[in-house]
């Protein structure tokens, strides 16, 4: 199955900091998503991405599906912005069920 | 349009006990999904079903789990004879038609076997 790794594992910033989060996969994808997980263990969809740019108020989120990576960046951070962010990928192309990645955990301090 | 749900929220039982949740999807998607996230680990997949019928299931899903949607609407999983291992949060996920779009996550099922 597909591989998908996420970078950096971890990530302090000050408030108002911005930062990228990085997701790396090792076969071609039809579909990519990326969630954030909150402190009480909810997943949020942030992006469906398979490909090209997407914004989202101060979130955005770029996929380059030929060179199989996507980046999520987030401006202005905030401290509700902590928690742990996942990119998912299917599993087999064409395939519904997701594979996430390692995931990076995200601490904004005030 | 109310989100997916999950009952219970938390769940603590002693090792051998049988346990069941129950997810409710979006309304209409006929699609859904079951994951287990263990500490420190993304979600891990573990089965989905197309409206009532059970489309796949992963080799993590041991003959002491069952999961079914019998009107192709709410969904249970069921696990017997509950291990320590088990202890884990269970997810649940619906999308619509064709299952290529977004997942959309239920709340989780936090199961602790003591």
């Known amino acids: 199955g597909i591989q998908v790794e996420q970078s950096p594992p971890d990530l302090i910033l000050q408030e108002g900091a911005n930062s990228t989060l990085r997701c790396n996969f090792s076969?071609?994808?039809?579909?990519l998503q990326w969630f954030h997980q909150n402190p009480w263990g909810q997943l949020i969809n942030l992006f469906y991405?398979?490909?090209g740019t997407k914004q989202n108020g101060r979130l955005s989120a770029t996929t380059v599906a030929t060179e199989r990576y996507s980046l999520l960046y987030i401006s202005s951070s905030q401290t509700t912005d902590s928690g742990v962010y996942f990119c998912?990928?299917?599993?087999?192309?064409?395939?519904?069920?997701?594979?996430f990645g390692t995931g990076t955990r995200l601490t904004i301090i005030p | 349009d109310t989100g997916v749900s999950q009952d219970p929220r938390h769940k603590i039982t002693k090792r051998g006990q049988n346990v069941t949740f129950r997810c409710d999807p979006i309304?209409?998607?006929?699609?859904l999904y079951w994951y287990r996230q263990t500490l420190g680990q993304g979600p891990e997949f573990l089965t989905y079903?197309?409206?009532?019928?059970?489309?796949?299931k992963s080799r993590l899903l041991s003959d002491r789990f069952s999961a079914e949607r019998p009107k192709g609407s709410f969904s249970t999983l069921e696990i017997q004879r509950t291990e320590q291992g088990d202890s884990a949060m269970y997810l649940c996920?619906?999308?619509?038609?064709?299952?290529?779009?977004?997942?959309?996550f239920g709340p989780g099922t936090r199961l602790l076997v003591l």
């Open positions: 998912a990928v299917p599993t087999n192309f064409g395939n519904e069920k997701l594979t």
């Open positions: 076969d071609s994808v039809n579909n």
């Open positions: 079903f197309q409206n009532e019928a059970q489309l796949e």
């Open positions: 996920a619906s999308s619509p038609r064709t299952g290529k779009e977004t997942q959309y």
């Open positions: 309304s209409e998607h006929n699609r």
């Open positions: 991405i398979p490909s």
